[in-house]
């Protein structure tokens, strides 16, 4: 051992190399988050089509602190305690499960129909934390796998990949998810001996696809689920921004036998900067027989060791913005519904505009969300939106990000939630001459 | 496939066995955590020398109003678009670094000495976070091992238990790390085919023991971890709250060979109820032989996995806060400082006036922090814990929770930084009757 001197030697740098360093950080999934995260800001004079960004409307800073007081004056005005409640649940670290999660389960029987014991929901850091919570659960060794509707958000698939545990694709079809190829491949993997815990789903508008469960699919989901023992992990950031039809019913809604861990985020619908999710898991868990709890206990405990708490502060603007609107999220959120609405719908007519019906581009027409898959004559890789970006000035997102197992080498997701009409039109042009740049070399 | 009809039957509610849940979720480490959480709900009467609270002192729910406003306003004045970049910043996704990374650099380099990059700092929910990231991160593959000091707090353990990282016991000593042992560990486990890739301690006033290493200590433990090669994983919430003595300087301050990966927390020092913890990883990282990065990069990409970003609302009141203190977080916690000491202080005359030398009652004495253990003749478990906190109306904490390979059973935890001295005068007067009766019986 050295000895300690008064001079002392400085050291060699240490160096650590990613080949030691835990396979995630190699793998595409994670590095597709990053990519998209950032390409909107190295390009800043491109039109971009690339982030599912919330608009923030007439958000302003005020409205925090308003939220922040609503909080404030209900917990002083419900709990014995009052004053002092309120500024301790702030102040202090609180239960692992959340400070709000009555004010959340209101807001799911008023905009959901889903009637959740609140000891069954878990406020998590986003709805990612969510994700990992689930995933860490179910992944007990080798043999688990995890189901996902395939493309797939990449959270989803990074998220499994931290917990090493590996994504087997379902064909999403033309509806959202293809039945039979989710009994194919739950069997196939029970064949060759692993263990598929659950069915990864955006049943409503989904990410990256845009599209949507109808209602006799999502009966059949329900009752396959149960048919092949497996969960259903039901993700819904996106079910208010119907495009004029009504609302489909959340499969956590029509599920009659806690199949459905369902993931909510109130991003979209609140407050992106509050970082706000959450779980409900309400499926009972037993050892040896006898029952321990519900998925949510468990899911606690392992929260305890990723975040400990859901920061107070921001659980309480949420549950301000929740009280504000006694709880009817759906409704407060009218406005900017109906202004995705007429986004997308201008996106489309965009397209059909420019895009006739002889021409080799095509694409899907969701009825809300934020997306729309676009299928090109040519590959649309990082390489040519680097391209695109700069020459175009006009960004979007490779859809082969999305896909598990390869694929969508030809397509491409657009997004113009937080475009106006006029920066369509203008991205659209771009992109329009983009793809006659592409055929022109063709 | 079963087919749609309109009415549908229920099915049998689907139930998870803890046996096919990840092994964590079985693990004394994950119990633990909810155990010490939970105890002094379940005993309201009983004084609790449980909890490591920070004390809420003048705390206001008007001070995290006036935080964020401190913040806007320097964000509004400090960048060209003004307001909007503030609106903006709170509002929406921002990068998963953080959005308060200069302001730590700041805060540290006031307080610590540290001298780092803002881009080799992470903004973390909480230092488990920060914890979470790191060790994922660190652990590729089932030759990787932790090394830790050994008692240790139970956030460390249970986060290597997450990512299914061993834990290598590192006797704590008397001055809170023996150097002999830790060189000792690294070489059996290289031995026996492993990789020993960090050492986690507190090297301030620990959690559980209340030990701090002495200062050529620190020189040594920096030579030796270069020697090893093994980089050192520095915890440090409680680095403020020395009782007297000149701060000893942390281990980051002396790294000249970037060994150190610092976590720090806004918890103890600013306001729990935020959630805000960092990470310093200004570790170089390579690919092939070639600069990638930084360790902080690649814990950015682990992070958009896990809660994507840590929320700006709540990073925003934690960057008012050091705003409003001009970085000197140190000199405006000195009041509370000085009430910790004190407290502490009094624990220490408490215990010596009811155990005299003769007794079979011993304990260490810390120069600071929120912790001491106390020596009893007897078995101090959950049981007793039960019996204690019922019979005698007195809460502490049992160490073996904190003890890797097993010990502590006759060993417990004292801390008294949410206590008033009358509180603690009760506490030790009840502590005291449960001495004696368990001698009684003895």
Redesign the interface.
């Known amino acids: 051992?050295?000895?300690?001197s008064p001079a002392?030697?400085?050291?060699?740098?240490?160096?650590?190399?990613?080949?030691?360093?835990?396979?995630?950080?190699s793998d595409p999934?994670?590095?597709s988050?990053?990519l998209l995260?950032e390409v909107s800001d190295h390009y800043p004079d491109a039109v971009s089509f690339a982030p599912g960004?919330p608009d923030?409307g007439g958000?302003?800073?005020e409205d925090?602190?308003r939220y922040?007081r609503i909080w404030?004056e209900h917990v002083t005005e419900a709990e014995p305690r009052g004053a002092e409640a309120?500024?301790?649940?702030?102040?202090?670290?609180?239960?692992?499960k959340g400070v709000i999660q009555d004010l959340v389960a209101r807001n799911l029987a008023v905009d959901e129909n889903i009637h959740a014991d609140p000891e069954s929901i878990l406020v998590t850091?986003?709805c990612?934390?969510a994700m990992?919570l689930v995933l860490?659960?179910?992944?007990?060794d080798d043999r688990d796998v995890l189901l996902a509707t395939d493309p797939a958000y990449v959270?989803i698939t990074?998220?499994a990949?931290?917990v090493d545990l590996p994504v087997v694709p379902v064909d999403s079809g033309t509806t959202g998810i293809d039945?039979?190829d989710l009994?194919a491949k739950v069997r196939e993997a029970r064949a060759a001996g692993l263990?598929p815990r659950a069915c990864y789903l955006v049943p409503d508008f989904a990410n990256p696809t845009g599209l949507s469960l109808d209602v006799?699919t999502r009966?059949?989901l329900?009752?396959?689920a149960?048919?092949l023992?497996i969960?259903l992990i039901e993700d819904n950031p996106y079910g208010f921004f119907g495009d004029g039809a009504p609302p489909r019913p959340t499969l956590k809604s029509?599920d009659?036998?806690?199949?459905v861990v369902y993931l909510g985020s109130y991003?979209k619908t609140a407050?992106?900067?509050?970082?706000?999710g959450y779980v409900v898991a309400d499926?009972?868990?037993?050892?040896g027989g006898e029952s321990?709890g519900t998925?949510a206990d468990?899911l606690?405990?392992?929260k305890?060791?990723?975040?400990?708490?859901?920061?107070?502060?921001?659980q309480a603007?949420i549950g301000g913005k929740l009280l504000d609107c006694d709880f009817a999220l759906r409704e407060a959120n009218r406005d900017a519904t109906a202004r995705y609405g007429k986004r997308l719908r201008h996106l489309l007519d965009g397209l059909a505009a420019r895009f006739p019906a002889t021409s080799p581009v095509a694409w899907n027409r969701p009825d809300g969300g934020f997306f729309l898959v676009v299928t090109v004559p040519f590959v649309a890789d990082d390489d040519l939106l680097a391209y695109s970006a700069k020459r175009h000035k006009v960004i979007w997102t490779p859809m082969h990000h999305f896909y598990t197992a390869g694929g969508g080498l030809r397509q491409l997701r657009l997004s113009c939630s937080s475009l106006t009409p006029e920066e369509i039109d203008l991205g659209l042009d771009r992109f329009a001459s983009l793809v006659t740049d592409l055929l022109e070399r063709t």
Do not use: C, W
């Not at 009659?256 to 199949?259: I, Y």
């Not at 499926?283 to 050892?287: E, G, I």
């Not at 305890?304 to 921001?314: G, R």
């Open positions: 051992m050295t000895e300690s002392r030697a400085a050291h060699a740098p240490a160096v650590l190399d990613l080949a030691h360093l835990h396979g995630s950080l999934a994670l590095l988050m990053n995260n960004r923030p958000f302003a800073i925090v602190h922040l404030t309120a500024r301790n649940r702030l102040y202090q670290y609180g239960r692992t850091v986003g990612q934390e990992l860490r659960a179910l992944r007990a959270g990074g998220a990949r931290l039945l039979d009994a263990r006799p009966h059949r329900l009752d396959l149960a048919e023992d969960l029509l009659t036998g806690r199949r991003a407050l992106p900067g509050a970082r706000i499926q009972p868990v037993v050892r321990v998925l468990e606690s405990k392992i305890s060791m990723i975040t400990v708490n859901t920061p107070p502060v921001a603007v």
